[in-house]
């Protein structure tokens, strides 16, 4: 498909184990997001990359979040000695140097994480 | 990145027009307008983006007055499916990660 795609689509996990999330992004997309929502909540950015640049990881909420992009295509997020607290919608995104306003970003399905 | 105040919530029915209007006093010159919608369990879709006037495409129209201060999103003649969430958020130019509050819950009744 030409969207976003992101993999699992649901996983549960049990407290202390690490997990790890893949996105998939539009090809030929730059920039690439990843953001968490909570029930009932709106998005929290987490993490950004653009191009070659260094990411900006501001979002992130402790050193046991940690995201890599190979390649400048796929990208994983991995959650090392998950939480409770850690269990949310993680969504993916994606957006393109052609956009004028900079602000269409094109996001995956979501992952839900479920941490007994 | 600029703060927007929009409704928490919404109630219309099907065929009336909905106007959602979105507060954002400290817009930045460079800041653009866009609007996203969001359906239960799924990611939010890109609806409309816009810097001043009004903008319009096959979904929506988006209203921004001299100011700039505010924006008022336009959904004509909505249906059930139009049910969602819809976030404002105000940003610059280039490619950022965006800030979304909670939203504004549209509910459409038969």
């Known amino acids: 498909g030409a969207g976003v795609s992101q993999s699992p689509s649901n996983k549960v996990t049990e407290k202390g184990k690490d997990v790890e999330l893949r996105c998939d992004p539009i090809?030929?997309?730059?920039?690439l997001y990843w953001y968490r929502q909570s029930l009932g909540q709106g998005l929290e950015f987490l993490i950004y990359?653009?191009?070659?640049?260094?990411?900006?990881k501001s979002g992130l909420p402790s050193d046991r979040f940690s995201a890599e992009r190979t390649g400048g295509s796929v990208s994983t997020l991995t959650i090392q000695r998950t939480q409770q607290e850690d269990s949310a919608v993680y969504l993916c995104?994606?957006?393109?140097?052609?956009?004028?306003?900079?602000?269409?970003?094109?996001f995956g399905p979501g992952t839900r994480l479920t941490v007994l | 990145l600029a703060k927007t105040t929009q409704p928490i919530s919404m109630d219309s029915y099907e065929g009336q027009e909905v106007n959602i209007t979105c507060s954002h006093n400290?817009?930045?010159?460079?800041?653009?307008i866009t609007w996203y919608q969001q359906f239960p369990s799924q990611g939010p879709r890109f609806i409309i983006q816009?810097?001043?006037t009004k903008v319009t495409n096959e979904v929506a129209s988006l209203f921004i007055p001299a100011d700039r201060k505010s924006s008022t999103l336009s959904l004509p003649r909505v249906s059930l499916s139009d049910t969602a969430v819809y976030y404002c958020?105000?940003?610059?130019?280039?490619?950022?990660?965006?800030?979304f509050g909670s939203g504004t819950r549209l509910q459409v009744q038969p």
């Open positions: 990359f653009q191009g070659n640049s260094a990411p900006d």
């Open positions: 816009g810097y001043k």
């Open positions: 090809s030929g997309h730059t920039a």
């Open positions: 958020l105000v940003g610059a130019a280039g490619r950022r990660a965006l800030t």
């Open positions: 995104a994606s957006s393109s140097d052609r956009d004028r306003g900079g602000n269409e970003q094109f």
């Open positions: 400290n817009i930045a010159t460079n800041d653009y």
